[in-house]
């Protein structure tokens, strides 16, 4: 096993070019697309409550705080997937 080989990307990573910055940041919307409906299906399972009064307003706002949401997540890098998605694509884009 080759340690210098681990995290080759973290560490090291490739001269960027346009493509893999245009594939980068398509990996990244994807996840955060991803992210945003998932946000929205786990909210639907959450019951409704007057409990603090209308919540209108916020209903209101809510797209907009999980795009915002979905978007700072992905870009702290946290759950991973558009990593992977551009590891896996810039491989295959790479053979062809």
């Not at 910055?21 to 955060?32: H, P, T, V």
Request: glycine letters at 4%.
């Amino acid at each position: 096993m080759n340690i210098a080989s681990i995290g080759h990307n973290k560490f090291h990573p490739e001269p960027e070019n346009q493509d893999n910055n245009e594939l980068r940041k398509a990996c990244q919307d994807f996840e955060a697309i991803l992210l945003q409906k998932m946000l929205i299906e786990m909210r639907k399972a959450v019951p409704k409550s007057d409990l603090f009064g209308s919540r209108t307003e916020e209903e209101a706002w809510q797209d907009m705080i999980d795009a915002e949401l979905s978007t700072s997540i992905t870009q702290t890098r946290s759950l991973g997937l558009a990593e992977l998605l551009y590891t896996q694509l810039s491989g295959w884009q790479k053979k062809h």
